[in-house]
């Protein structure tokens, strides 16, 4: 084996490090660039990237630069589109063992079926890391290159440690959100932070950074686990699920410390203005949102501070251009409405293709405090994708940010480097660890928890739902005439 299963070393791999990256020059494609100064995007077409070591050092509107430095790697990526990775800003990568088992379900059933709150005993530690080191594979298979994992699979020590280790192994840039909350009387929020922060002594590594989740702002406001974790609050970045309102209450919202809060979908011009006023940041899942019927009435109107994420990626489409396309459309369907609805014509699109790009991007990057993620120019970190652009849905492109985000799929992506380094070259993943045999282990760890679960029957859904809200009722829509024809069987 390339890798140990044994969790209790979690912390004597932490050293491991990003593979060695050369100095390399992509060559003759058509660059998707970052203008600083003016804040747009710049397109070059037949330029070059010049990347030493983990950053990018130049960027040229010709294909072989004079000044090229002695036995730099030339990648020829001629015909080819070069953007920044995506930057995925919530992900809950532990879940990718339950692929396929959620499509049709609600939020309620999520909660009862596959949340932390219920899933712990089907999960040992090694199931822990297998599943959260296949979904960000997964994830850097389709171009993401940064990813905010909200990680509330801390039950145990072992488990957290599991999946941190996980991410450090995946070579991806991961911001590993430790979740604070009371997993067992054993286990609960003072013991955590104990693990947090001989965690973060422990941890050496240039791409994996441990951070700060929690969710009881709301609930729990004034506690004793809340007043720790806020002190603990001085750190790179926090995520959690709650108004804006209740952080700037904490008076945490209006620090150095980044936040992006999951979700839009109850945001009101109070929160958005807190928002603003303090530079911090949402994050938009839209197909999650969409899915699970959170919905995102105003999420439009706060695009300026608002990235993009997955969330439960087993349960639908895992990657960011899926959700950059979605969010595209869906914006520009409510807007239009707005039109409509006074029985007008739309003068002009309100949403363009150059905006999602950004909300897949470079807002990612400003939403973690890293103004040297999401973007491609001089001293950016090189985290990148090269497109295929004579690929059967590319050919014939104009305009590299519409073929990309209006016609590409994750199947043209021909190249990812993270860090200076190819995590995926000619279609194909480069990894430290045998892909192969991580394909066995994840398989073997799905189809035994998977089995568990379709023995587990769903509690019927009435009265209420775990917040006091009552259970309503929903109209089915069918594709087929007929009675009874439905849904249909479920094959999972």
């Known amino acids: 084996m390339r890798f140990s299963s044994s969790v209790t070393s979690v912390l004597a791999v932490f050293c491991h490090a990003a593979i060695a990256a050369g100095a390399k020059l992509l060559s003759g494609g058509t660059i998707i660039a970052f203008d600083q100064d003016a804040e747009q995007l710049r397109v070059i077409r037949g330029g070059s990237i010049l990347i030493e070591g983990d950053r990018i050092t130049d960027v040229s509107d010709v294909a072989s630069p004079l000044d090229t430095p002695a036995g730099v790697e030339f990648v020829d990526c001629t015909d080819k589109i070069i953007t920044p990775g995506f930057v995925d800003t919530h992900r809950h990568g532990w879940q990718t063992v339950f692929k396929t088992m959620g499509s049709n379900t609600t939020l309620a059933d999520y909660a009862l079926r596959f949340s932390a709150l219920v899933a712990a005993p089907l999960f040992t530690p090694d199931d822990l890391y297998i599943s959260q080191l296949a979904g960000i594979y997964e994830a850097v298979a389709a171009g993401v290159t940064t990813i905010v994992d909200h990680a509330h699979h801390t039950w145990t020590p072992e488990h957290a440690a599991a999946g941190l280790r996980a991410s450090v192994d995946s070579g991806a840039r991961v911001f ?78 209006n620090t150095s410390t980044p936040i992006v809060i999951s979700h839009a979908s109850h945001l009101d011009a109070r929160g958005a203005g807190l928002l603003r006023a303090t530079n911090q940041h949402v994050s938009i899942t839209a197909e999650s949102e969409m899915h699970y019927g959170h919905l995102h009435p105003t999420s439009h109107l706060i695009l300026d501070q608002a990235p993009l994420g997955v969330d439960t990626h087993m349960t639908f489409s895992s ?115 045998y892909y192969d045999e991580v394909q066995d282990r994840f398989l073997a760890s799905a189809r035994r928890i998977q089995k568990v679960l379709k023995g587990m029957p769903l509690p019927p859904q009435e009265g209420n739902f775990l917040t006091g809200s009552p259970f309503g009722y929903v109209m089915q829509v069918d594709a087929q005439r007929g009675e009874g024809t439905g849904y249909g069987p479920n094959f999972a």
């Open 176 to 253: 590993f959100g430790y979740t604070f909350q009371n997993a067992s009387a054993e286990f609960g929020v003072p013991e955590q932070i104990g693990q947090w922060k001989e965690l973060a002594a422990s941890l050496k590594s240039n791409l994996t950074q441990l951070c700060i989740a929690y969710d009881e702002w709301t609930s729990n406001p004034t506690g004793g686990n809340t007043q720790a974790v806020m002190d603990l609050i001085k750190r790179p970045l926090f995520v959690g699920q709650h108004p804006p309102q209740d952080l700037h209450r904490a008076g945490i919202l």
């Open 319 to 433: 990657d960011i251009l899926t959700q950059a396309r979605l969010w595209l459309q869906s914006a520009r369907y409510r807007v239009y409405q707005n039109t409509l609805d006074r029985w007008q014509i739309p003068a002009q699109n309100p949403f363009s293709v150059n905006q999602a790009f950004l909300l897949a991007t470079r807002n990612g990057g400003l939403a973690v405090g890293r103004k040297d993620l999401g973007v491609i120019a001089p001293g950016a970190m090189a985290d990148l994708v090269v497109w295929e652009g004579r690929s059967p849905a590319m050919l014939g492109w104009m305009d590299p940010v519409a073929a990309v985000i209006l016609h590409a799929s994750v199947g043209d992506i021909a190249h990812v480097l993270i860090n200076g380094a190819f995590r995926k070259r000619d279609g194909r993943l480069v990894n430290d660890l």
